[in-house]
């Protein structure tokens, strides 16, 4: 099944004090290089924050207005690409893979979205597969989505989750980098 991606790389990553998360570097590759890749057999891909160098040829854009939160990045990026089902991902997910996100798409059948868990079990809102009509139903019912909740928007489509994975962990703090 053709999918699009989204990738979220706007956030301020107060929790590195500052230091841009998407281009922090793990094993020689960059945060966003990793999700890039694995996100490489999208029909099209849009990167919702500031330009940077990146391993393949992506889209670019920002929410409006910049720093509007992972709601408002979703609304920016759904502009992209006309695929039926999007693959959003954060861009501070190093572990993920092309056969994690192939397995979030395989996984969709007739729900609105097939997500990852964290490897503690928590559901990844920003690491799964979304039917495109059901993602910006839930986004346009929240009028302005300007530092929205990402759960309470999506709360209502029909999601189903992975059982827990290294691929789900983020990296949100200097101590996840070990993962």
Known sequence: M????VVLAGGG?????????????????????????????????????PVRTACREVSWTLEEPPSGGPVAGLAAGLGYGVAPVVVVVSCDLPWI??????????GLGPRDGFGLRDGGGREQWLAAA???????GAIAQ???????????????????WTEPSHAGDDVDTWADLDG
């Open 142 to 160: 929240v009028g302005d989505p300007r530092d929205k909740s990402v759960r309470r928007t999506l709360a209502g489509l029909d999601l189903a």
């Open 2 to 5: 053709e999918f699009d991606a």
């Open 13 to 49: 990553s107060t929790r590195f004090g500052g230091v841009d998360k998407a281009m922090l570097v793990l094993d020689g590759v960059s945060l966003l290089d990793r999700v890039l890749t694995a996100t490489a057999g999208a029909v099209a891909t849009v990167v919702v924050g």
């Open 97 to 106: 893979t092309a056969a994690d996100v192939q397995t979030l798409v395989d």
């Open 130 to 136: 979304y039917r495109r009509g059901a993602l910006a």
